[in-house]
């Protein structure tokens, strides 16, 4: 029996989640910025009056900033703690996949991936890695939630990241 994954792309790399964990795929949409939010919070959107965190991928996986220019764009999912958007490169296609294309994460995927990422599809024209949302939506131990607070609460965390 096959699955669906949304699929993006991220500094190259080929992502994806399963499809019925994404809710939307928009554009870039104007962010506030959160004051001493973690790295990875690049700020809070406005989806049709629900307020949501937007996480950069790019940083939470230990990439380079994406280039000057380059919209990102979001992939809204949900998480055990509700709606969060995960800002990507680029958006892919719905694709099928088969339970005999599934491996676990190599050894030699870096770790800051391989902690995010459930295992990895091998499709003819190229792996997919597919993304744990849970985890990748994480910050410092503690679950994001939509509205920018996290769940062990964020002063204790982003306190450490100002000092």
């Given at each position: 029996m096959s699955n669906q994954c949304a699929t993006f792309y991220v500094d190259g790399l080929h992502f994806g989640v399963e499809v019925l964990q994404v809710q939307e795929v928009i554009r870039y949409q104007q962010m506030t910025r959160v004051p001493l939010a973690p790295t990875v919070v690049e700020g809070?959107?406005?989806?049709?009056?629900?307020i949501v965190t937007a996480l950069d991928l790019r940083r939470r996986l230990g990439l380079p900033d994406r280039p000057d220019g380059h919209r990102p764009m979001n992939i809204v999912v949900r998480t055990e703690d509700g709606v969060i958007s995960l800002l990507v490169d680029e958006?892919?296609?719905?694709?099928?996949?088969?339970?005999?294309?599934?491996?676990?994460?190599?050894?030699?995927?870096?770790s800051e991936v391989a902690g995010l990422v459930t295992g990895v599809y091998k499709r003819k024209e190229r792996l997919l890695l597919l993304l744990d949302v849970n985890r990748a939506v994480a910050v410092d131990g503690d679950r994001m939630l939509p509205g920018g607070s996290s769940s062990a609460g964020a002063t204790s965390s982003t306190k450490s990241q100002v000092n």
């Open positions: 809070l959107i406005n989806l049709r009056g629900q958006i892919g296609d719905v694709v099928d996949v088969q339970p005999d294309e599934f491996e676990a994460v190599p050894e030699t995927v870096r």
